[in-house]
């Protein structure tokens, strides 16, 4: 019986083998890619050459140059990446169609009828990364997995890196999944994982024997059905998931290490996530300010309740409140803004205030505006200085627009805690 539905597809350690591709010189080394030239910050990925030293993405760089000297560091050229996402989708879809792309480096293929036999499935698997490698570089090396559904297929995928090709069967379920780790699966991190050990749950094994009722307390919603089916190999439609919060993160740069440096960088990413939130639809609830020091300084945090808002000027004025209440001895590293509480803007009335509809009025102009003309043509006074301080970044499960910015989100809605990611 033709049990292969899915093709899942991963980029192996992408934006290092992205630069192993720009630049040649760097093939076969030991290579980082950082946010920014210091020791103090992390590694936000890293080539396989490097791993082999124990270097992981998360690791302090001054600790990854201590492992491997010879590691060459490049400062992520996030805009490169996104253009290479788009040759790899479309080498990809010279095979078959792309159902969705779930990240920058990341696709979910539905196959056909013709393709759903074991031998036809692995045939067009094969196809695939040969397009991969053919029309955008063999650098870019890609794990395929072959499976009844997308969850499974994913999993499938991230058995063998790098370069690697998986088949899951129905028959296989039991002797290929009960020996992985609760980790192995996409979606349980280590909070999931505590809640699923208070169940009594600490293997793969346990959790595939798990009746739905308590899948649905663990979860705490009918995810917990849909993770059921998944383990049992079903073919399920996914259930309609909600972004629950939008945001920006910086690591500072040296010479922006202080308090109005960090000011004004929030005031930057401020404005991409007011504009990102509008042109998602959305509107927010509270924003939350964060600060991470150098050395050992703790973490800040502060917060303030909004009036369901998307508007560039009061989120600024909530942004001021909010940072009115830091330590005035911060040494600041990383800078965050988060906007939650979000609620589809259909659902809420326009402003009563002239002076508030203004300002939703003029908060949309400039979307208007930078979506033509680029994501800094037009910008609140307090921005002028830091403008370019906050480059583009990559979420990993949004493809940002490389022309402009604020033009458009084709990336996917991230999904809600416990869903496939």
Not at 289 to 298: K, N
Not at 348 to 371: E, G, I, K, T, Y
Request: glycine share 8%; aromatic share 6%; net charge positive.
């Amino acid at each position: 019986m033709a049990t292969t539905r899915w093709l899942y597809l991963d980029m192996n350690a992408f934006f290092a083998s992205a630069e192993q591709h720009l630049q040649p010189e760097l093939r076969g080394r030991p290579v980082a890619v950082v946010p920014t030239m210091t020791d103090r910050t992390c590694c936000i990925a890293v080539s396989y050459e490097a791993r082999q030293y124990g270097i992981r993405t998360g690791t302090n760089v001054g600790l990854a140059k201590q492992l491997c000297p010879a590691l060459r560091l490049v400062e992520g050229r996030h805009e490169q990446y996104v253009q290479l996402h788009h040759q790899i989708v479309a080498a990809i879809e010279t095979v078959l169609p792309i159902e969705r792309a779930w990240s920058i480096d990341e696709f979910a293929c539905r196959l056909s009828l013709h393709h759903r036999e074991r031998e036809a499935a692995l045939e067009v698997a094969h196809r695939v990364k040969e397009a991969v490698a053919t029309r955008v570089g063999p650098c870019l090396r890609c794990s395929v997995g072959l499976a009844p559904n997308r969850f499974l297929a994913k999993v499938a995928a991230g058995m063998r890196k790098p370069d690697g090709l998986t088949h899951l069967g129905l028959d296989d379920l039991p002797h290929i999944l009960h020996p992985l780790d609760l980790g192995d699966l996409p979606g349980i991190g280590r909070q999931m994982r505590r809640r699923l050990e208070r169940y009594g749950v600490q293997t793969v094994r346990q959790l595939c024997a798990t009746p739905p009722e308590t899948m649905r307390l663990i979860w705490r919603s009918k995810v917990g059905d849909q993770w059921a089916q998944w383990l049992r190999g079903e073919d399920v439609a996914d259930r309609p998931t909600s972004r629950g919060s939008v945001g920006h993160s910086h690591v500072l740069p040296p010479e922006l290490r202080t308090d109005d440096g960090a000011r004004a960088v929030m005031i930057r990413l401020l404005h991409k996530a007011a504009a990102r939130l509008r042109r998602l639809g959305y509107t927010a609830g509270r924003i939350d300010v964060g600060v991470s020091q150098t050395g050992d300084g703790p973490d800040w945090r502060g917060g303030v309740k909004l009036g369901r808002v998307q508007d560039t000027p009061t989120l600024l004025r909530a942004f001021e409140t909010v940072w009115a209440s830091r330590p005035r001895d911060m040494q600041p590293l990383k800078a965050s803004i988060t906007l939650h509480g979000l609620t589809a803007e259909q659902g809420v009335s326009m402003p009563l205030f002239a002076d508030h509809q203004q300002a939703v009025r003029a908060s949309r102009v400039m979307d208007a505006v930078n979506a033509e003309l680029g994501p800094t043509a037009l910008y609140f006074a307090g921005m002028h200085e830091i403008r370019n301080a906050a480059p583009l970044r990559i979420a990993f499960t949004n493809i940002p627009d490389v022309a402009a910015e604020g033009s458009r989100d084709p990336g996917p809605v991230a999904a809600p805690r416990g869903d496939l990611p």
